[in-house]
Each structure stands twice: as C-alpha cells, then as structure tokens.
T-cell receptor, first 114, second 116 residues
Framework: GNSVTQMEGPVTLSEEAFLTINCTYT??????LFWYVQYPGEGLQLLLK?????DKGSNKGFEATYRKETTSFHLEKGSVQVSDSAVYFC?????????????FGTGTLLAVQP | GAVVSQHPSRVICKSGTSVKIECRSL??????MFWYRQFPKQSLMLMAT?????????EQGVEKDKFLINHASLTLSTLTVTSAHPEDSSFYIC????????????FGQGTRLTVV
C-alpha cells in the first residue's frame, strides 16, 4: 500500500541552525511528493512539491529532493528562523487515477528558539 | 493559490447539540472536498471525501450518522457534528482540489470545536 513515515518530533533548534526533517515513503506506483506547513492555529499550506524522481522542490529557503532509490523526500533548510516554527507534514499523492486522496505523514513539530 | 474558507474558526457548544462547519472554495469549483480531523500531537485523520451532488465517502471507523457531510454545490461543503460530545472536541480541517484533479490541495484555516 501507500504510506508516509516522518521522523518524530519535536525538533528543537536554535536560530540559524541547519534543519533536516526525514521523510520516507512506500508507494506502488510513481507518486508525487509534497511538504505542507501548518502554523499555529491555522490550516495547512503547500510548502513545496516534486512530481518525479530526482526533482527538487524548493520554496522560502526550504528544499527537498525526490529520491526514488531511497524512497525519501527529506526536507532541509540551511538556516532556520524563529518564524519557521510550525508543524511540517510530508505527503504523497499516489496517482494512477484510483484516488484523489493525499496520504500524510504524522507531522513533525519544529520549534526554533532565538 | 486558490482560497478555501472555513467557518467558523472557533466554536464552543454544549454537549448534545449539533454544530455545522462550512468549507467554501472562493475562486474555483471543487467537485471533491476532504474533511480531516486533527488530533493532539498533530496527526491528521482523513474523515471523509465529500462529493458534489452525491453521498460522501467515509473512511473506515468514521461514524457517518454522527458526522454528516453535505456537498450541495461546487463551492460549498458542510460538516455537521450531530449530538456532539466532549470527545468530539478537536480541530477540523477541510481541503478542496487534488492532484488527481490537476490542482493542488488547498486547505481551509481549520475549525476548533470545543464541546462542553
């Protein structure tokens, strides 16, 4: 089946530290991969995406590369800010027309301290 | 990106009453909307897929008589929590659009339901 596994949080970093949030997936076909961000008290926003192997999604200093060989889509940022504190969700869309549903990981809480 | 508006953002209700939450796609038509419930420690649970003009498709374990979903138009889906109890207190989020429909998934801002 299709599933997403994210590293458990919370992840606590100091401002300007390097961030990695691991995400691996299981999929039967050729999925599209996404990172969503949820700020406190809000819904989810698309942060970045990649639709095929070796694609790199990037936005707001965050980036993630679709690695088919390791079935991973790890989120990275070189220098985090306090304003990056949020919950980050990795997700996949299986494709193939069988479903419209996104498959989400459990989310990782990031807390950045000044 | 497209805008999905959810209303109300917060609601407090008494145990035994019903609460309706609206999800509107403001600038596009959504044949499919999704309703999620978010539990403590942030995990999202897909409750149901709301299909315009037809019955919703509920995920396993979700009580369809308790969580009534209506998708009467291409821009509006509603979730009604019937006979609410304290254990229904949660953060409910809707989304519209899907990669399967050639769009992103756009999320509402969520509704914090507290049942007292």
């Amino acid at each position: 089946g299709n599933s997403v596994t994210q590293m458990e949080g919370p992840v606590t970093l100091s401002e300007e530290a390097f961030l990695t949030i691991n995400c691996t997936y299981t999929a039967t076909g050729y999925p599209s991969l996404f990172w969503y961000v949820q700020y406190p008290g809000e819904g989810l926003q698309l942060l970045l995406k990649a639709t095929k192997a070796d694609d790199k999604g990037s936005n707001k200093g965050f980036e993630a590369t679709y690695r088919k060989e390791t079935t991973s889509f790890h989120l990275e940022k070189g220098s985090v800010q306090v304003s990056d504190s949020a919950v980050y969700f990795c997700a996949l869309y299986p494709g193939g027309g069988a479903t419209n549903k996104l498959i989400f990981g459990t989310g990782t809480l990031l807390a950045v301290q000044p | 990106g497209a805008v999905v508006s959810q209303h109300p953002s917060r609601v407090i209700c008494k145990s035994g009453t019903s609460v309706k939450i609206e999800c509107r796609s403001l600038d596009f038509q959504a044949t499919t909307m999704f309703w999620y419930r978010q539990f403590p420690k942030q995990s999202l649970m897909l409750m149901a897929t709301s299909n315009e003009g037809s019955k919703a498709t509920y995920e396993q374990g979700v009580e369809k008589d308790k969580f009534l979903i209506n998708h009467a138009s291409l821009t509006l889906s509603t979730l009604t929590v019937t006979s609410a109890h304290p254990e229904d207190s949660s953060f409910y989020i809707c989304s519209a659009g899907s990669p399967g429909q050639g769009t992103e998934a756009f999320f509402g801002q969520g509704t914090r339901l507290t049942v007292v």
